[in-house]
C-alpha cells in the first residue's frame, strides 16, 4: 500500500438527520474529498446574489493522526454552474476542532440561489501540514526574485 491508499482515520460525530438520510461516503473509488450538505431543519435557504449564507454540516469530526488538518473546498459544479463557492476560499477545520463544520456560501452569481435540505454544498479533503517554527530576524536572504510581488513576472 502507498500512503495515498492508507486511509488516515477520522471519527465522525453526525449531529443532524440528513446523514441518516443519505450516508457518509466519497462519491467515486478515487474522490479527493467527502462532501458536505446542507444539514437544514426546513426544506431551503435562499443566497441572495452576492450575499453570503452560513450552513451547517451536520457533522463534527477527530482527526486521529497528528500533523493532518481538514479543509473545506468548494464543490466545482456548484461554483461553475450556480456560483456558489466556499467564501473565504478554503475553510480549514484544525485537528483539535470537536465543534460542527459550517460551510459559509457565497453567491458570485447575479441571481439568488437556493441551497435544498441534503444538498452537498462542499467537500472536505484532509492534507498534512507543518506548523512554522518562527524565528525573528532583521534580514532575509536574497533571491532572483526579491520583493517581486503580483504580477511582476508578466503575463506571458
Known sequence: ????TIP???RFKFLHPVWEEHGC??????????DLR????EDSITVPAGGRAFV??????????????GFVFSRSGLGAK???????????????YRGEIKVCLLN?????RVVTRGQRIAQLVFMPFR??????????????????????TGKL
Open 82 to 96: 450556480d456560483g456558489l463557492t466556499v467564501a473565504q476560499g478554503v475553510g480549514v477545520i484544525d485537528p483539535d
Open 56 to 69: 451547517g454540516a451536520g457533522v463534527a469530526i477527530e482527526i486521529s493522526e497528528p500533523g493532518w488538518a
Open 25 to 34: 461516503e466519497y462519491s467515486t473509488e478515487h474522490s479527493a474529498g467527502l
Open 38 to 41: 446542507a444539514c437544514l431543519d
Open 108 to 112: 458570485t452569481s447575479g441571481e439568488p
Open 1 to 4: 500500500m502507498t500512503q495515498a
Open 8 to 10: 488516515l482515520e477520522v
Open 131 to 152: 506548523r512554522a517554527g518562527v524565528v525573528a530576524c532583521d534580514d532575509l536572504s536574497s533571491t532572483a526574485r526579491g520583493t517581486g510581488g503580483f504580477g511582476h
